[in-house]
């Protein structure tokens, strides 16, 4: 088996603070969150980054963006906005090699493109 942080999770052998859950894909608060609210979005299969989505994927991707949408108004964030933040790769830091939707909201954020 992988040995992946964010596939333990989904398989309960690490503890994670769970806030949506479904077949396909599993959210919870982030460990170190940056803002009020911090949640990582990911699939329920094992992908490692965006580089390794294939066309047989593309329902998934779909969903975890309508699970992005209910997870922001359950969270009460909807209305003001958020964030979204897939990171991929060594330039983006991406730290977990379990692809993964950061939604971060709770307080306002300047724009990111300066
Ligand atoms: P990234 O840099 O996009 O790979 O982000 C990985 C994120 O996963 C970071 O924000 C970490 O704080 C978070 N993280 C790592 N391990 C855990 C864990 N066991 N439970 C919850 N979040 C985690
Ligand atoms: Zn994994």
Redesign the pocket.
């Known amino acids: 088996m992988i040995n992946c942080?964010?596939c333990k999770?989904i398989a309960g052998e690490?503890p994670?603070k769970i806030a949506y859950k479904d077949d396909l894909v599993t959210a919870?608060?982030?460990?170190?969150?940056?803002a009020p609210t911090?949640i990582?979005v990911i699939p329920n299969k094992h992908i490692a980054s965006t580089n390794d989505i294939t066309q047989q994927d593309e329902a998934l991707l779909g969903h975890m963006l309508l699970a992005v949408k209910k997870i922001a108004a359950d969270q009460g964030i909807a209305e003001k906005g958020y964030r979204l933040?897939?990171?991929t790769g060594p330039d983006?830091?991406?730290?977990?090699?379990h692809l993964?939707v950061?939604i971060i909201g709770g307080h306002y954020m300047r724009h990111p493109m300066g």
């Open positions: 942080t964010f999770i690490i994670g919870f608060h982030d460990i170190n969150p940056v911090h990582l933040i897939i990171n983006a830091n991406q730290v977990v090699q993964h950061h």
